[in-house]
């Protein structure tokens, strides 16, 4: 009689990781946490001047208040590329902080045009009714409905948008710091002298779409040896294959011998060894020797690109 304990240990794998998984902080608590990471001194900077250049516009002409719309996602922009995370929060505090500063230049200039220090603003509150000036209460009520849809969701908007942006190109440039550098477009290669010509990071483009072409998958790259060689890590029909590429004039019996090392280390049990030029006879040798590598050179290359 045989006894089924593959359920029972699906499920206490499933206990166990649960078990190591940190429990997830209440909904207030990650709120407090954000707000406490927030980096208010430029938050609050930005806010200042995004509601001074609103109310500039604002209390202009209708024609400069149209242009008042574009003045909060400019600041969201700018703000979500500044900081480092927590962008919603962010952009939510500048909306806020930047409605309520605006809300006090507003009931300043209004109570410095009570005093007939300034000019007051001359609005059109009504459709039936030519613009004239506007009452120091009027002027905060004008404020306050304009500013309250305006002030809030599109800072916020700006900063999410800016922020992940950034923080994505900042990954990116992250990954191609760790890889040593980026693939490169090559040009048309249309004889054997045009692939020849092609530096190291164009080659592995080239050799990436070649490959993609014959059914491979492309899995990662790696420049290596100060940038002399470029990794580049493939599968097919499930088999893991490890590409160095060269643009060397003579590939020389080390690079066959470091790759083999490096097949070995990262238990890749497919090698191929690419060039664009050509072999030593000793390279030649080195890699013929073995079952698991093939050495390609710049004339098979082409061919296989040509047939």
């Not at 400069?64 to 574009?70: D, S």
């Not at 930047?98 to 009931?107: C, E, H, I, R, Y």
């Not at 009504?126 to 613009?131: E, I, S």
């Not at 097949?263 to 060039?275: E, F």
């Amino acid at each position: 009689m045989s006894v089924d304990t593959k359920s029972e240990e699906r499920a206490s794998t499933a206990q166990a990781e649960d078990a190591e998984q940190p429990a997830r902080p209440p909904l207030m608590q990650r709120i407090g946490a954000s707000f406490a990471r927030v980096e208010w001194g430029q938050t609050l900077l930005v806010a200042a001047l995004m509601a001074l250049a609103w109310c500039a516009l604002f209390l202009a002409s209708n024609v400069l208040q149209i242009l008042a719309g574009i003045v909060p996602v400019m600041a969201g922009l700018f703000l979500g590329r500044r900081v480092k995370g927590d962008y919603l929060t962010h952009g939510f505090v500048l909306g806020i902080t930047g409605f309520l500063f605006g809300l006090a230049f507003a009931a300043i200039y209004g109570a410095l045009g009570q005093a007939g220090i300034v000019p007051m603003p001359v609005l059109q509150l009504r459709a039936d009714a030519p613009p004239a000036p506007v009452s120091f209460d009027e002027l905060l009520f004008v404020y306050a409905s304009f500013s309250l849809f305006a002030l809030i969701p599109f800072p916020t908007f700006g900063t999410v948008m800016a922020g992940r942006a950034e923080q994505r190109n900042r990954e990116t440039q992250q990954q191609i710091a760790e890889r040593g550098g980026r693939l490169e477009r090559p040009g048309v290669v249309r004889t054997l002298e045009d692939l020849q010509g092609l530096s190291l990071p164009q080659l592995g483009s080239y050799v990436v779409a070649l490959y993609r072409k014959k059914g491979f998958v492309f899995k990662d790259y790696r420049f290596i040896d100060k940038d002399k060689h470029l990794d580049i890590e493939m599968e097919y029909e499930g088999e893991r294959f490890l590409l160095r590429l060269t643009v060397a004039d003579k590939v020389r019996p080390g690079t066959i011998e470091s790759l083999v090392q490096d097949m070995k280390r990262q238990d890749i049990r497919k090698g191929v060894v690419i060039t664009s030029t050509d072999y030593t006879p000793d390279a030649l040798k080195a890699a013929h020797g073995r079952r698991n590598l093939v050495a390609i050179n710049g004339q098979t290359l082409f061919e296989m690109a040509e047939g």
